[in-house]
């Protein structure tokens, strides 16, 4: 089946090329690279058009384009938001290259950004459910604590949610933080925060482009359920030597990039660390104490020719947090990557990759009794090929293959001199994923335009470890155990197959407006392990296998985007539907750290998701931002297992009898305000707002008393709610003057408040037995509820920006 499949893929990409090499014999080719003219750059999304023929194109992800055309005589325009636009007027008569570089477009009126470009690329585009803010909008929009944050951005978009401030990840389209894949460099990212959740691993001064899929994801990308985060780094200056940085009141960064060898290689090096810990210095209490994280990116990138580029690039970042000698603890990611580009010819990109990944994280309590040490890793090897094909103006091919490895090591522990614990370690378990796709965009005509694709997914559990059996259509508990088998490394416990189709549509109604529909499956081979509301640095990830399932789901949306004001304002609504199987719960209590049976803890679950989003946008003139609001809902319903001698279901196996009941981030009303306003050349203003139903909880029925102590207790699980959530943020932004015309040096400075009214935002509620003693009566058998607000106070912030 499985190789049947792949062959069916292969021999369809075969006719695919030869009839289009076929239809397109009478026409030549122009094709090349766009780039940034001050510093060499790729510009990705670049058009390319021909007035004459009303055809066009845009650049990939490496800023190549290809365009086949009959002969004649034409005016190409290459365009890009924000540049001047550059027109070439050629006579092709053979197939041509043309490498272009445009040029900043500074000139800015009172209420008009000039360019000659219609920015509508939200109505052309076949792709809907993408979400893609420009850099420079995110520099200027408030951040806790100044520290420009890609995925704070993020969480101010529709379709889009978090489950409060101070929380690591985000949620897509009621999918849970584990369903992202996070991409840097190509490369995966398994931790994006730092600080718990208050910053994230991308630094603002490294990043080039990124962009969100939250539906109608393309066929290249799997192995998640609800989102593609794609960042791209920098790839250097090409042109000159130049640096951006910034001085705050968390971190200080720094950024350089240059030439080594000019227009033909290039470097790009980012550092950025966080000094909490040497502010703690100064109070003598406190010196015990550390508190930093800190980031380096580091790129170089080669250009052979014109049909060959090398490009190397890494990550690595590190969270130290250590409370005197009762607590330490350390996580980080590292990644690398190697990408080399090949043209096989005008029309056939490729790009050939490998990307190393790894995230470790351990906990201590470095002293006394309990002392341990605690270890824990997930590593991944990749491999992959991906090529571009470009066989006439209507027709866009990507297709190739890959496979993963991963290494899982879910946690060692090793007793401190003096403790009374004994070590501990649970077994290290490898898997292997493997893909082959292809996705095909076709214009059928002015109108229509079709997108389809296929993924063949193929998961094999690997060894080195011991496999439990239970009894069969019993519930999994350490009691029902019947058995157990050794694998051995790289023996193959468990294997999964699955094909995952997609499809997306778009028919224009006219020049500002149309429609969207898509369609995608996918399916996630690996699970975040945790029963917390947000990601933890003690998490651990484990692989599907005998016990736990790959998940999978099915998306639906369909949209209607309008602009208006030659293309100022962009406003769209989409609807979704999502249906999740073999998704993991908990059971009451679960005991998830160092357990060696954790299928006995754990769950099948169905989901559903699906709601609207509405968003308004003005993208020029000197009020910009974006309105965003969504109406939603994300439910789970674990339906348990049934006891076939009474009929009825294992109670342990069941949550909430069996019924819908919310999700831990289900948020069923969310609404954005961001803005940005010119007040003139040198201040600007901007502002965020937020309001949102509070999150599902769950408070206890009752209570009962064990051993003289009183316990709360739980019945129904996310029956409640927390207050609702809103907060407002504000900023300005100065830039310096220039002291020379010719100046290199840039400044700005930045000031902010978080949390301008002082709103107590509700992260948690939880219940504790009262410890109140009134005229020496014991009230300690009452339950009291406590608040916990992450941000409780307007939070100021000062930055200094500079570049040259």
């Known amino acids: 089946m499985k190789k049947s499949m792949y062959r069916g893929i292969l021999l369809w990409l075969i006719l695919i090329i030869q009839t289009s090499r076929i239809l397109a014999a009478e026409k030549h080719t122009i094709s090349g690279y766009v780039k940034d003219g001050a510093n060499g750059e790729a510009l990705i999304g670049a058009t390319i058009s021909i007035a004459e023929l009303s055809l066009g194109t845009v650049t990939n992800e490496y800023g190549f384009y290809s365009l086949s055309v009959t002969p004649g005589k034409y005016q190409v325009q290459f365009s890009f938001i924000g540049y001047t636009p550059v027109v070439k007027e050629l006579i092709l008569n053979e197939d041509r290259t043309f490498n272009i570089e445009l040029k900043s477009d500074d000139i800015q009126l009172n209420d008009v950004v000039v360019t000659a470009q219609k920015k509508d690329q939200n109505v052309k585009s076949i792709q809907m459910s993408v979400e893609k803010v420009p850099l420079p909008m995110v520099r200027k929009l408030p951040h806790f604590l100044g520290e420009v944050d890609i995925i704070k951005t993020l969480q101010m978009l529709p379709g889009v949610s978090t489950v409060g401030d101070g929380s690591s990840g985000f949620n897509v389209r009621g999918g849970g933080t584990d369903q992202n894949l996070i991409l840097l460099d190509e490369a995966p990212v398994y931790n994006s925060s730092h600080l718990f959740g208050f910053f994230s691993v991308f630094n603002g001064d490294a990043v080039k482009d990124f962009q969100l899929y939250k539906g109608g994801i393309p066929a290249q990308y799997g192995g998640r359920l609800s989102s593609v985060l794609d960042v791209r780094q920098k790839e250097g200056n090409s042109k000159r030597f130049s640096g951006s940085g910034g001085i705050g009141l968390v971190s200080s960064r720094l950024t350089l990039e240059g030439p080594i060898k000019k227009d033909k290689t290039s470097f790009m090096l980012s550092g950025r660390r966080s000094y909490a810990d040497v502010l703690l210095r100064i109070n003598p209490k406190m010196r015990d104490n550390i508190v930093y994280f800190y980031d380096l990116n580091a790129k170089i990138n080669h250009k052979f020719n014109d049909n060959n580029r090398l490009y190397i690039s890494g990550y690595f970042g590190n969270d130290v947090f250590k409370f005197g000698k009762q607590f330490d603890s350390h996580w980080g990611n590292k990644t690398a990557t190697v990408r080399w580009n090949h043209l096989f010819s005008k029309k056939l990109f490729s790009n050939f990759t490998g990307i190393y990944s790894n995230f470790d994280y351990s906990i201590s309590v470095p002293e006394g009794t309990m002392g341990f040490e605690w270890k824990s890793s997930i590593q991944n090897y990749n491999l992959k090929a991906d090529f571009s094909y470009f066989p006439n103006p209507d027709m866009k091919l990507k297709f190739g293959f890959g496979s993963i490895y991963y290494q899982f090591n879910p946690g060692k522990l090793n007793p401190v001199k003096n ?281 206890p029925y009752g209570k009962y008393e064990l051993q003289g102590n009183t316990y709360a207790h739980y019945i129904n699980r996310n029956q409640h709610r927390l207050p609702t959530y809103h907060r407002l943020d504000i900023s300005f932004t100065y830039q310096c003057k220039k002291k020379k015309k010719d100046q290199r040096w840039q400044a700005s400075w930045n000031f902010g408040i978080t949390n301008l009214y002082s709103r107590h935002n509700a992260y948690s509620v939880y219940f504790k037995e009262s410890d109140d003693n009134w005229n020496g009566y014991n009230k300690g058998n009452k339950m009291e509820a406590w608040q916990f607000s992450i941000i409780g106070r307007p939070v100021p912030t000062i930055t200094y920006n500079f570049k040259f």
């Not at 519930?475 to 157990?484: A, Q, T, V, Y």
């Not at 609807?575 to 954790?598: C, I, M, P, R, W």
């Not at 809902?633 to 294992?650: I, Q």
């Not at 289900?666 to 961001?674: E, G, N, Q, R, S």
């Open 419 to 699: 403790s009374v614990l004994k070590s501990s370690k649970l077994e290290k378990e490898n898997a292997l994923e493997s893909a082959a796709y292809f996705n095909m965009e076709q214009n059928l005509g002015p109108n229509l335009s079709v997108q389809y694709g296929l993924r063949a997914s193929n998961f094999t559990s690997l060894g080195e470890k011991t496999v439990y059996s239970y009894e069969t259509n019993k519930p999994k508990e350490k009691e029902s155990s019947i058995g157990s088998k050794k694998y051995e490394r790289n023996e193959i416990i468990e294997n999964y197959f699955g094909l995952e189709p997609r499809v997306a549509i778009k028919y224009s109604l006219s020049d500002v407006s149309s429609i969207k529909g898509s369609y995608n499956r996918t399916r996630q081979y690996i699970h975040r392990i945790s029963n917390t509301t947000a990601p933890t640095p003690l998490d651990i990830w484990v692989p599907a296998g005998k016990h736990i399932k790959p998940a999978k789901v099915d998306q639906f949306a369909l949209g209607y985007f309008r602009n208006f004001g030659n293309n100022t304002w962009e406003t769209s609504i989409e609807l979704f539907h999502k249906n999740f199987h073999d998704l993991v719960e908990y059971k009451y209590g679960a005991q998830l750290l160092l357990n060696s049976t954790l299928e006995t803890e754990l769950l099948t679950a169905k989901g559903r998701a699906y709601g609207l989003e509405l968003s308004i946008r003005k993208k020029e003139g000197r009020l910009t931002g974006w309105v965003a609001y969504t109406l939603s809902r994300s439910e789970k319903k674990v339906p348990g297992l049934m006891n076939a001698s009474s009929g009825e279901m294992y109670p342990s196996t069941q949550i909430n009898n069996g019924k819908y009941f919310p999700a831990d981030y289900d948020k069923t009303h969310d609404l954005k305000i961001v803005a940005n306003y010119e007040l003139s050349k040198r201040w600007s203003f901007a502002t965020n707002f937020i309001l949102m139903s509070g999150r599902p909880i769950t408070y």
